[in-house]
C-alpha cells in the first residue's frame, strides 16, 4: 500500500472506532435484565437469571415531580436503576418538573446525549460548548432541544406556571455531574484554596456557598 492509502486506512480505521465507542456497548444477547443486588462488579449489571414484564415497565413518570426546594426542579430518573430491564440496551429516560422560575442548575452527563421534549410552559434552556460558546433558546410545549453527550447545560422554567419535560438519554445510566454541588459540596471537600483562586473568590465566599450547597 502507498502512504497514502495507508493514512486514509487509518483515518477510516479511527472514524469508525470512535463511533463504535460513541455510546454505550452494544448488546451481545436478547435481553440482560440487570441483577442490581449482585456483588458481583462488571461494565453495567450481571443478569438476572429469570425475569418478567415488570422488569420492563416503570409508573415512574406518570406524575410530576415535587419542586419545593431549593432549585425549584426535581429530576425524576427511568434508569436503569428503576428499570432493572434497560441493562445493556443502552436508553433511558427523565421527566423533569420545575416550580415557575425553577433552576435545573448546570451539569453534565459524562455518558449520554440527551433530547429534552416540553410536556407543557415554556423553558430557557442552553449548553456551553469547549470554546466557551453557549448555545440557548426558549423552547415551548411540543418542542425539543438537545444537549450534546458531556456538555455542560441547564433549563430554567421562564413561563408563568409549571414546567415539565421528557429527557431521553442513548445511555442506560447517563451519570450526572452537577457543577455547583459537584465543587462546593463534594465529600470530603474541594480544598477551599483551590477554589478560592478558581473563582477569585475570598475563603468566606467559599464557606458561604458550601453552606448553602451542601444538603442539610
Ligand atoms: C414478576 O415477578 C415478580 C417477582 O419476581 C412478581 O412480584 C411480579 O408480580 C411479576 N410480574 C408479572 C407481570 O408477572
Ligand atoms: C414539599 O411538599 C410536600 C407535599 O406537599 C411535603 O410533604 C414536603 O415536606 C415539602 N418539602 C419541602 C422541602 O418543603
Do not use: W
Request: one cysteine or more; hydrophobic letters at 45%; a neutral charge.
Amino acid at each position: 500500500m502507498g502512504t497514502t492509502t495507508v493514512k486514509l486506512f487509518l483515518m477510516a480505521l479511527a472514524i469508525f472506532c470512535g463511533a463504535a465507542i460513541a455510546t454505550d456497548p452494544d448488546m451481545l444477547q436478547d435481553v440482560c435484565v440487570a441483577d442490581l443486588a449482585s456483588d458481583i462488579k462488571v461494565n453495567g449489571f450481571p443478569c438476572k437469571a429469570t425475569f418478567n414484564a415488570t422488569d420492563f415497565s416503570s409508573g415512574a413518570l406518570a406524575k410530576p415531580g415535587l419542586t419545593n426546594n431549593t432549585m425549584g426542579s426535581l429530576v425524576t430518573p427511568a434508569n436503569v436503576q428503576q428499570i432493572p430491564g434497560l441493562n445493556t440496551l443502552g436508553v433511558s429516560l427523565s421527566r423533569i418538573d420545575y416550580a415557575p422560575g425553577g433552576l435545573n442548575p448546570p451539569h453534565t452527563h459524562p455518558r449520554a446525549t440527551e433530547i429534552v421534549f416540553v410536556l407543557e410552559g415554556q423553558l430557557d434552556v442552553g449548553f456551553m460548548t469547549t470554546a466557551n460558546v453557549l448555545v440557548s433558546k426558549t423552547i415551548k410545549q411540543g418542542e425539543i432541544f438537545v444537549f450534546p453527550k458531556g456538555l455542560v447545560h441547564f433549563q430554567k422554567n421562564s413561563g408563568m406556571g409549571q414546567a415539565a419535560v421528557i429527557a431521553a438519554f442513548n445511555s442506560q445510566l447517563p451519570g450526572t455531574q452537577s457543577i455547583a454541588a459537584m465543587l462546593f459540596a463534594s465529600k470530603p471537600s474541594v480544598a477551599d484554596d483551590v477554589l478560592a483562586k478558581a473563582f477569585q473568590i475570598d475563603y468566606y465566599e467559599v464557606e458561604e456557598i458550601r453552606k448553602k450547597l451542601t444538603p442539610k
